[in-house]
């Protein structure tokens, strides 16, 4: 390990200060553009010690558990509180472009639609038990290191207030010290919560769970690696008006906010389309809206989205027909179709867009979490005769180096 001062040059991709120097670059956390700072360096990672000159971009993070010197350690669930908003949009917007532009893609990027604290209605704690009792926080980056969280500026109020609460759920569970993952959602019903990382739990586990719940309120579901360990109430999440009652452990877009900004441009780049196909439909996050307006093939891998998916659009009036379909892809069946929605995990639709290149689809949506893979399917749809008519990022992610995006495409 040596100590230097180095000149901040730029920001990278993960949100780390890029710093050029004689024996190579070196990323440095918690830095900004244009500042001086001393670094202790281990090869190309500096971990800062002092600020010689500062941006005045910077500013005070919300929450005591960012950065170096943060509460119990440096919380691994932000990297960027201390950038102020305008030079943080900005960011967040070019990660966007510059993946898009890596693939030849030099088309416009609209504006980015912002996050704002207390908006994250799903969170990912990782807990531990201990002596004392239940470790419950976010890990270090690149550590072990579970750092016990009193705060969470980024997560809703309905979590934040309710961290004992977790705590004391998680803990019956914990047999061991081994770490585990807590999902935390809120819901209209309660908080769901489903925790993964645990092989198994023994009688005497699932009374004191039981006792432990029922002695509360607000907490919908608890489960264990997908099974019900109990359930006072039917968690509940609504899709435009329609409700839906979640598998658990299933995925929903972190904050309402942003899922309702992809559904308005979904929605509406699919316009008066009769017949639609939403891939990776999930529990109809974009099927149900779609609904209102045609007929609607949702298409997801996983069986119990699906039904709830079914069971909600059985039971909601207004809606034209639902149909759904457990499979990877869909193929040679995208003639029938007047629209194409899809929005796949972060590995992307490489797979699908190049049926889509081949099919005669009139109208795209594109959906994505990962700006490479986005621009990867992206370009293979270009290249299919399509051409991108908006993209559009959205920073569900707030305070973080991940970005959504949605892109509409016509032929």
């Known amino acids: 390990m040596s100590t230097q001062i180095v000149k901040i040059q730029s920001l990278g991709a993960q949100g780390d200060g890029i710093a050029h120097c004689p024996e190579g670059t070196v990323y440095v956390p918690f830095t900004l553009p244009g500042e001086t700072v001393a670094i ?27 950065g170096p010197d943060g509460k119990n350690g440096t919380c691994g669930g932000c990297s960027l509180q201390h950038v102020q908003d305008e030079p943080y949009h ?16 030099d088309v416009e990027v609209d504006p980015l639609v912002i996050c704002r604290p207390g908006e994250r209605r799903r969170v990912v704690f990782t807990a531990r038990k201990t002596e004392k009792g239940l470790l419950l926080g976010f890990s270090q980056a690149n550590s072990h290191h579970i750092v016990a969280i009193e705060e969470c500026p980024i997560a809703a109020p309905a979590i ?3 961290l004992d609460a977790i705590r004391a759920i998680g803990l019956p569970l914990a047999s061991n010290a081994e770490p585990f993952r807590i999902t935390v959602m809120e819901t209209l019903s309660g908080l769901d919560i489903a925790v ?9 586990q699932r009374r004191a769970l039981t006792e432990t719940v029922l002695s509360m309120r607000g907490i919908a579901r608890v489960s264990l690696s997908g099974e019900i360990l109990i359930e006072p109430q039917k968690p509940v999440i609504e899709f435009g008006s329609v409700k839906v009652a979640p598998p658990a452990g299933s995925f929903v877009q972190a904050t309402k906010v942003a899922e309702e900004a992809m559904a308005e441009r979904v929605v509406a780049h699919v316009g008066k389309s009769k017949r639609i196909a939403d891939l990776f439909c999930g529990t109809g996050t974009f099927t149900l809206r779609l609904a209102r307006v045609g007929k609607v093939h949702g298409v997801e891998a996983e069986d119990k989205p699906l039904k709830s998916l079914d069971f909600a659009a059985r039971n909601t ?14 193929a040679k069946e995208l003639k029938l179709y ?26 795209i949506v594109a959906v994505s979490c990962n700006p490479l893979s986005f621009a ?9 005769g399509y051409r991108i008519t908006s993209v559009t990022p959205i920073d569900q992610f707030l305070w973080s180096p991940h970005v959504e995006a949605v892109a509409t495409l016509e032929k």
């Open 338 to 363: 007047d629209a194409v929605v899809f929005d796949p995990p972060r590995a992307g639709a490489e797979a699908q867009c190049k049926e889509l290149a081949r099919s005669t689809v009139k109208k």
């Open 376 to 384: 990867r399917d992206l370009s293979i749809l270009v290249e299919g």
């Open 40 to 66: 202790a360096r281990v090869k190309d990672q500096g971990t800062i010690m002092s600020i010689t000159e500062a941006s005045p971009d910077r500013r005070e993070p919300a929450c005591r558990h960012f």
């Open 160 to 162: 934040v207030s309710r």
């Open 196 to 204: 993964d990382g645990i092989k198994s739990v023994n009688d005497k």
């Open 90 to 105: 900005d960011f967040k917007r070019n990660l966007v472009v510059a993946a898009l532009r890596s693939k030849g893609l």
């Open 317 to 330: 009036p207004g809606l034209k027909p639902v149909t759904i379909e457990r499979r990877d892809l869909i």
